[in-house]
């Protein structure tokens, strides 16, 4: 066979994994521009309770260098009967046994070894917390403390194991470790961290406090004390009795609730979510019982609509996809189940999510376009252990955060391939996301930031595919891009070890990708994120130097409220002039057409425009010029 055959065939067997056709993403810095909230790039548990007087425990050191910026901390189904007095918490999934948990060294340890960063403990809602660990479950005398199918059973205050069932062959009596735990127990909390004679936290970093942890399902987790799950309202009750406690105490918390445990709690609380005999899906009721009393009380009750999501989904075709389920109104989730019993039926037809989209408009509904509620989801899992599917599943998903506003977001499981992608998103990221559409958002979806002053963007790329290289396009409108060379950092073909030691020590590789001043094309490895650095054109440094392509002068300059552009031309050509800020963000086109050879002038009014530093910039098929125009 010939070399060249040889070659050729080398050649199409190499690109067979190609994408044929680049997909198209169009990036606008000026529209759907928000705010990144940093509290997306959250973790639950990072914090011993231990106080550390020196150094950092490895999770507090991966945490700072990966860029964690806020902690979830109140630790789930054990802050439902949390103790503050005593430093006790009751473990629901080991015997109910009682431990110490110290909330406040936890705490302290985020005021010493993290600045800066949020934190979020837990008020209890229940009525019950621990109260001592004499009467705990001898689990070492049982099995050395081994974990078996029973650990759930309620064995604390003097129960008996049943080595073959789910339920302790006698139950324990949880009045001989738990105590009776009001509303103002709950709260007392505030004034011992923050109060006149307390600790001394400084609250502006525990402004954010839980409404307890997934109530829909308090007869199961809680079953030694809620033998029949409380109704809806008599949660509601509860919920007000602290909510109205806490804020009397601290006026500017950030409460988050009402916390479901998963996708079918989205819809159902047991025995029903009614008002007046009509049904309401258990977050629309809870979202109108706020409403109703803080219309009622005049009181604000709810800061953040809170979730957790725990899908069942192991194909990886699916999983890659979940980040659909919040906000993607035409998006079929295969594990559709509890919106099916949305309209208070069982509806098989009904298989689109969108839960906190849902929820959106259930809070416009009840509370108004400007309600001021945020959206947090602070327990979510994957059933998988594929660091690449993780990596573009937890990038997905803060990608879409970003695009939507999200304000909380802290995964429960931590696995390799996420410190990775929180370290890739927390470090190069800005602070504004902007709109970028995609031709085929199932397959590639881009979500860029902005810095303050618009002349630095970061574009994140997530390629789905599991088997396929992707060529992208990207395409700038409002954005000049600098032209050359820029960094693109990605995360790829990942192992089963985790990989992320440091900042500086992790699997980012880094490459360039060649950048002209309105396009970029860029290859996406399979199942990859990515990440491109780009700088704006700061315009009049190049270009300016080229000062006789069109003898342009423009008059006067300094300006008032007009100026004149002069410019001259060798012979017929098209000339698109435009005007710039000086960060080189494009404010208008002011002419984009044929012009004959010779002299000529345009009147450019400028009466609408700030003082300060603008750039006109003329360009034409073989030659650019820019020229500084200063208004008064």
Not at 26 to 48: A, C, E, M, Q, R
Not at 284 to 295: D, G, L, P, S, T
Not at 407 to 426: A, D, I, N, R, Y
Not at 502 to 531: D, F, G, M, R, Y
Request: include cysteine; hydrophobic fraction near 35%; aromatic fraction near 12%.
């Amino acid at each position: 066979m010939k070399l060249s055959t040889i070659l050729l065939l080398l050649f199409i067997c190499g690109n067979l994994a190609f994408s044929q056709t680049p997909v198209r993403i169009d990036i606008d810095v000026t529209k759907d521009k928000k705010p990144v909230s940093p509290f997306i790039y959250g973790k639950n548990n990072v914090l011993p309770s231990t106080f550390l007087n020196s150094g950092t425990t490895a999770e507090v050191t991966k945490a700072k260098d990966a860029g964690v910026r806020f902690v979830r901390q109140g630790g789930g189904n054990n802050s439902t009967k949390y103790n503050w007095r005593l430093k006790l918490s009751s473990h629901p999934d080991w015997y109910n046994n009682v431990y110490a948990n110290d909330w406040d060294g936890a705490a302290r340890n985020l005021i010493d070894k993290m600045p800066g960063v949020q934190g979020m403990w837990s008020f209890q809602l229940l009525g019950k917390a621990a109260a001592n660990t004499k009467n705990n479950f001898n689990d070492w005398g049982y099995n050395q403390s081994k974990w078996w199918e029973g650990v759930n059973q309620n064995l604390a205050g003097g129960g008996q194991p049943n080595t073959t069932g789910s339920k302790a062959k006698v139950e324990g009596n949880p009045d001989l470790y738990l105590m009776e735990w009001t509303a103002d127990s709950t709260v007392g909390i505030l004034d011992k961290w923050f109060g006149e004679k307390g600790l001394g936290y400084n609250k502006n970093q525990f402004r954010y406090w839980s409404m307890d942890n997934e109530p829909e399902i308090w007869s199961g987790t809680h079953d030694d004390v809620m033998k029949t799950q409380c109704t809806a309202e008599e949660f509601m009750q509860l919920y007000f009795k602290v909510a109205k406690a806490a804020r009397a105490k601290y006026p500017d918390i950030k409460l988050l609730g009402p916390v479901p445990a998963n996708e079918w709690q989205w819809f159902n609380w047991s025995g029903g979510s009614k008002i007046n005999g009509v049904h309401y899906p258990w977050l629309e009721f809870f979202i109108k019982r706020i409403a109703e009393e803080e219309k009622a009380s005049g009181i604000k009750l709810l800061d953040v609509l809170d979730i957790h999501f725990y899908p069942g989904e192991s194909d990886v075709t699916n999983s890659v996809q979940l980040h659909r389920v919040y906000f993607d109104r035409k998006y079929v989730y295969p594990g559709a189940n509890g919106v099916r019993t949305i309209t208070g039926g069982w509806d098989t037809s009904i298989t689109k999510e969108y839960i906190l989209a849902r929820c959106s408009d259930w809070l416009t509904k009840y509370k108004g376009t400007n309600h001021g509620v945020g959206l947090a989801v602070t327990e979510t899992d994957i059933a998988s252990s594929n660091a690449n599917v993780l990596a573009v599943w937890y990038a997905s998903t803060m990608g879409e955060f970003m695009k939507n506003g999200v304000e909380v977001f802290t995964p429960w499981s931590w696995k390799p391939g996420m410190w990775e992608t929180l370290h890739l998103f927390s470090r190069y990221n800005h602070k504004n996301y902007v709109q970028a559409i995609s031709q085929n958002e199932t397959l590639v979806s881009a979500y860029p930031t902005i810095n303050e002053a618009a002349d630095s963007m970061t574009v994140v790329l997530v390629n789905r595919s599991l088997t396929e290289t992707i060529l992208v396009n990207l395409n700038f409108s409002e954005f000049h891009v600098n032209p050359g060379k820029s960094p693109m950092y990605s995360i790829s073909n990942l192992g089963t070890a985790e990989t992320f030691i440091s900042h500086s020590n992790n699997a980012l590789k880094k490459t360039q990708v060649e950048a002209s001043a309105s396009k970029i094309t860029a290859e996406l490895a399979p199942l990859s994120v990515n990440s491109i650095s780009l700088l704006a054109l700061v315009m009049g440094s190049a270009y300016e130097m080229q000062k006789n392509s069109f003898n342009v002068s423009v008059y006067p300059n300094p300006a008032t409220d007009q100026v004149n552009l002069s410019f001259s031309l060798p012979e017929k050509r098209k000339l698109r002039i435009e005007l710039y800020q000086v960060n080189g963000m494009l404010l208008k086109t002011i002419s984009n057409e044929v012009f004959d050879a010779g002299n000529h002038q345009l009147d450019l009014n400028t009466s609408g425009l700030a003082s300060g530093i603008y750039w006109i910039r003329f360009t034409s098929e073989t030659a650019t010029q820019t020229i500084k125009l200063i208004k008064n």
